[in-house]
């Protein structure tokens, strides 16, 4: 009889948790990943002269190994150096700063994540140093 219970709660302790792991499977399922492997910039340009405003215009794009996994929007990092290549300005773009404003008001993409092979083309205004003649950009989620 002693065996009978002990077989009875060790199958009942085992269900439960499979059943834990599975919600938990599914939940991890739904959260956006925090993986910058999962962004790549295809493109980046700083128009200086071409219109009024200075603006830096990019394209990214989400890459995901599995298309089932929905990426989370990183910030954006804007490097401005000089001609010698010394830094004179750096700026942090929030997923909100550079999202076009048609992407940011749906707050889908900022809530749920970003699917697999998304691409995103973005103009930014900024304000430039006159000194500026150098740029970089670098996804992070710090």
Do not use: C
């Amino acid at each position: 009889m002693r065996n009978w219970l002990a077989v009875v709660l060790y199958g009942a302790l085992l269900l439960g948790s499979i059943y834990q792991g599975s919600r938990l499977y599914l939940v991890w399922q739904d959260i956006p990943r925090q993986d910058i492997n999962a962004w790549r910039v295809e493109y980046a340009n700083l128009h200086l002269m071409d219109s009024f405003t200075p603006q830096l215009e990019i394209q990214v794009r989400s890459d995901n190994r599995t298309r089932l996994k929905f990426s989370a929007l990183p910030a954006m990092y804007l490097t401005l150096s000089d001609a010698a290549g010394q830094t004179i300005a750096e700026k942090k773009f929030a997923p909100q700063e550079w999202l076009p404003e048609q992407l940011f008001k749906s707050t889908v993409w900022l809530v749920e994540g970003v699917p697999s092979q998304t691409e995103i083309n973005a103009i930014i205004p900024l304000e430039i140093p006159s000194d500026a003649s150098g740029f970089q950009i670098q996804l992070s989620y710090h």
